[in-house]
T-cell receptor, first 114, second 118 residues
Framework: DGGITQSPKYLFRKEGQNVTLSCEQN?????MYWYRQDPGQGLRLIYY???????QKGDIAEGYSVSREKKESFPLTVTSAQKNPTAFYLC?????????????FGAGTRLSVL | AQTVTQSQPEMSVQEAETVTLSCTYD???????LFWYKQPPSRQMILVIR??????QNATENRFSVNFQKAAKSFSLKISDSQLGDAAMYFC???????????????FGKGTKLSVKP
């Protein structure tokens, strides 16, 4: 089945540790996105990528890093510089081109700090 | 910059009744796209309905329909014959038509939590 797979579902981070969240899609979409969701805050954009080997910062990129070496994959690293990483993280993808390209979402990863 | 406002943090509806969720947005663009997403307890975001601003006709998807008032910058979602499975967070989102740069990204409201009473 076509879709977006995020792993792991739950992740725990120790203080000072970097952790990486995985996002893979087999929809052949050009664009991929990472969002952070906090209670009562809605979704906020962390990073996005429209093509391979290119990505841009979103509204809350500090303390995060990404790579886009393959079209299907867009991993997000939460670095030790992110002082409040506890949140729900959602990955999405969409087709490139003009129009209201629909973003399709993965099931999310919940990150907690030990 | 565009903003999206959902003024109802929580709503409740009786099963089989109709409920309307409100959304307003602010933009200087004339062409854009609006979306309603549903986030059930599983937390996966699911597209409910999409509206293109240049189309005057309101979008409908089965029991879901919108009331798009472009001049008022209002985009409400009506759920008819509410079902227990409709209980979820509902997010309104805006997208500029320009692809490239941040203009192509979704801007979300803070959501409305819908409860359905049996």
């Amino acid at each position: 089945d076509g879709g977006i797979t995020q792993s792991p579902k739950y992740l725990f981070r120790k203080e000072g540790q970097n952790v990486t969240l995985s996002c893979e899609q087999n929809l052949n979409h050009d664009a991929m996105y990472w969002y952070r969701q906090d209670p009562g805050q809605g979704l906020r954009l962390i990073y996005y990528s429209q093509i391979v080997n290119d990505f841009q910062k979103g509204d809350i990129a500090e303390g995060y890093s990404v790579s886009r070496e393959k079209k299907e994959s867009f991993p997000l690293t939460v670095t030790s510089a992110q002082k409040n990483p506890t949140a729900f993280y959602l990955c999405a993808s969409s087709m490139e081109g003009r129009g209201g390209n629909i973003q399709y979402f993965g099931a999310g990863t919940r990150l907690s700090v030990l | 910059a565009q903003t999206v406002t959902q003024s109802q943090p929580e709503m409740s509806v009786q099963e089989a009744e109709t409920v309307t969720l409100s959304c307003t947005y602010d933009t200087s663009e004339s062409d854009y796209y609006l979306f309603w997403y549903k986030q059930p307890p599983s937390r996966q975001m699911i597209l409910v309905i999409r509206q293109e601003a240049y189309k005057q006709q309101n979008a409908t998807e089965n029991r879901f329909s919108v009331n798009f008032q472009k001049a008022a910058k209002s985009f409400s979602l009506k759920i008819s014959d509410s079902q227990l499975g409709d209980a979820a967070m509902y997010f309104c989102a805006y997208r500029s038509p320009n692809y490239g740069g941040s203009q192509g990204n979704l801007i979300f409201g803070k959501g409305t939590k819908l409860s359905v009473k049996p």
